[in-house]
């Protein structure tokens, strides 16, 4: 696809459950970033990846988040044990150029 | 500590009117990029358009175009002939131009265009 593709659209999910949120990059691009937004907020910062590598992981919040990009593509946050806290828009992105990111629609979490 | 402040939380202006959002920010970087974009309700994260701080001139992107006050560390976006379609938040951003991905951001504005 010519985008950023994210899977699922909307997850819901019981607290203490895991889920596995999915992106897939735009062909080419070696950098890729998850953000999450909350309700009339920017997005804020969790993980970068270049290549297959996290080059940044400072803004995943605590141990219960983890991200994977195993052949330097396609990309899946998990979240163990989640939170009503971890409701949010869950945002990728990609990019080649340095700053000119290419966001995904996003996978909107609820957790009950 | 680098920031962005959005001072309008929520704008509305009839259908074919010029509105213009406004954007501050600080840094003290003399090198950086700025952005504004668009995300929709279907919550599609879209580039309006980009500012090296190096470049004088303003950008412009057909119906989008910025004022861009270095010294004044002002962003501003000005929609011209506002559009149903325009209905979005706008979020004002900035990175360093020796940095890949530390994006900061802004609270966005709610842009609302009225029939």
């Known amino acids: 696809g010519a985008g950023v593709s994210q899977t699922p659209s909307n997850k819901v999910t019981e607290k203490g459950k895991y889920v596995e949120l999915r992106c897939d990059p735009i062909?080419?691009?070696?950098?890729l970033y998850w953000y999450r937004q909350s309700l009339g907020q920017g997005p804020e910062f969790l993980i970068y990846?270049?290549?297959?590598?996290?080059?940044?992981d400072s803004g995943l919040p605590n141990d219960r988040f983890f991200a994977v990009r195993p052949e330097g593509s396609v990309s899946t946050l998990k979240i163990q044990r989640t939170e009503r806290g971890d409701s949010a828009v869950y945002l990728c992105?990609?990019?080649?150029?340095?700053?000119?990111?290419?966001f995904g629609p996003g996978t909107r979490l609820t957790v009950l | 500590a680098q920031t962005v402040t959005q001072s309008q939380p929520e704008m509305s202006v009839q259908e074919a009117e010029t509105v213009t959002l406004s954007c501050t920010y600080d840094?003290?970087?003399?090198?950086?990029?700025l952005f504004w974009y668009k995300q929709p309700p279907s919550r599609q994260m879209i580039l309006v358009i980009r500012?090296?701080?190096?470049k004088q001139q303003n950008a412009t992107e057909n119906r989008f175009s910025v004022n861009f006050q270095k010294a004044a560390k002002s962003f501003s976006l000005k929609i011209s002939d506002s559009q149903l379609g325009d209905t979005a938040m706008y979020f004002c951003?900035?990175?360093?131009?020796?940095?890949?991905?530390?994006?900061?951001w802004g609270a966005g504005t709610k842009l609302i265009i009225k029939p």
């Open positions: 840094t003290s970087e003399n090198n950086y990029y």
């Open positions: 992105a990609s990019s080649e150029l340095a700053g000119v990111k290419f």
């Open positions: 990846f270049q290549g297959t590598g996290a080059a940044d």
């Open positions: 500012q090296e701080a190096y």
């Open positions: 062909s080419g691009h070696t950098a």
């Open positions: 951003a900035f990175i360093p131009m020796d940095s890949n991905y530390q994006l900061i």
